[in-house]
């Protein structure tokens, strides 16, 4: 018998949390809204709620490196991170990467061309102290993120 009590305290309890349970509202004259069901923020989305990113083109190679760049000079280092800074900082731990830009205040990019995944690309990176370091060279993107670098100072 304790058993089952125990069973229904934990289906109610499971049914209350995920919004399954409804409370009848007839006696206040209120119409009662079905709950939403939670879902852990960490959880998979349902196939009701996937979006179609999957189905969708990688971004191109320019823009890619565009956003890195935009990512660095807004001090979004997490993002530029995640968009290709711990492939081309290979073997450099996340602040390793974040502090190879503690002495830059912005960088400037000059899209040269576009050859397939192959973004040649010119530098202008102001530096804290008001002087430039210029630099020029490739990205390689892969999958909407960058996969390899070669640049070099001018």
């Avoid at 852990?40 to 979006?51: E, I, L």
């Avoid at 993002?79 to 912005?106: C, E, M, P």
């Avoid at 960058?146 to 640049?151: F, K, S």
């Amino acid at each position: 018998m304790a058993v089952m009590l125990g069973l229904a305290v934990v289906l109610i309890g499971i049914g209350a949390f995920t919004g399954i349970a409804q409370a009848n509202s007839a006696s206040s004259g209120a119409t009662a809204t079905p709950a939403r069901p939670w879902t852990a923020p960490w959880a998979a989305p349902s196939a009701a709620h996937r979006t179609v990113a999957g189905q969708q083109p990688a971004p191109d190679p320019a823009t890619v490196v565009q956003t890195y760049f935009r990512a660095v000079n807004d001090r979004d280092f997490v993002s530029a991170w995640a968009l290709g800074g711990r492939q081309h900082i290979a073997g450099q731990s996340y602040d390793a990467f974040v502090r190879t830009f503690n002495t830059v205040s912005k960088y400037d990019v000059t899209i040269e061309s576009v050859q397939g995944n192959k973004v040649t690309v010119r530098l202008d990176a102001a530096l804290t102290d008001e002087t430039h370091r210029h630099y020029t060279g490739t990205y390689t993107v892969g999958d909407g993120v960058i996969v390899a670098a070669d640049i070099r100072p001018v």
